[in-house]
């Protein structure tokens, strides 16, 4: 039987309590599910917050892990480590203990309700593009046909001040 491995990246945030921790122990997670191998893990790096703006400055950074679950067991899987860890969801945007996001899904593109991938917002965020470029410079975004150390240079130009992210810490795989 065919059995695909898929390359998927995930980006993670926490702006709550030992937010280096929450990480730590949301990769952890990852990296001890069946089906799952850990890849890579970017820097850490502390970043102001983007979108609700007063609220803690966050921690953020990438993982790229290579699956044979699901885009749906990968994100229903996000989901059940935010609610180990205690993620509440008060405010819109507001602060997080933990926030997985998936990225990319291999080259696949998915559009459902409850689920789109690519992250429809990557392009636009220094928080996700700046550790993004740091393990995967050469992959290439599915919808824009461009890979991600081009969108990092057009985010610069477009919306970018990199004075709002700054490294911070790594994390050992
Ligand atoms: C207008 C309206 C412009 C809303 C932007 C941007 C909303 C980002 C939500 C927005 C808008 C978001 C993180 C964060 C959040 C994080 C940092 C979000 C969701 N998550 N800021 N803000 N890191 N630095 O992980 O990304 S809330
Ligand atoms: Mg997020
Ligand atoms: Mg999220």
């Not at 229903?76 to 509440?88: A, P, S, T, V, W």
């Not at 990319?104 to 593009?129: A, C, M, S, W």
């Not at 990092?152 to 795989?173: A, T």
Request: glycine share 6%; charged share 30%.
């Amino acid at each position: 039987m065919e059995q695909k491995n898929e390359k998927v990246y995930i980006g993670l945030g926490s702006n709550m309590g030992d937010r280096l921790k929450y990480l730590t122990d949301a990769i952890s997670m990852l990296k001890h599910t069946e089906g799952i191998n850990l890849k890579s893990v970017s820097p850490v790096y502390e970043t102001k917050p983007v979108g609700y703006t007063e609220q803690p400055n966050f921690l953020n950074c990438v993982v790229e892990i290579i699956t044979t679950l699901s885009a749906h067991d990968i994100l229903n899987l996000c989901m059940r480590i935010e609610r180990d860890l205690d993620r509440k969801r008060t405010i819109r945007w507001g602060p997080r203990t933990a926030d997985l996001d998936v990225l990319f899904y291999g080259n696949q593109v998915i559009d459902e309700k409850d689920l789109t991938i690519p992250h429809p917002r990557i392009q636009e965020r220094g928080f996700v593009l700046v550790p993004l470029v740091d393990i995967a410079p050469d992959f290439k975004h599915p919808v824009f046909n461009k890979i991600v150390s081009e969108l990092f240079h057009q985010f610069k130009g477009d919306y970018g001040n990199m004075d709002d992210i700054k490294l911070f810490d790594r994390i050992k795989k």
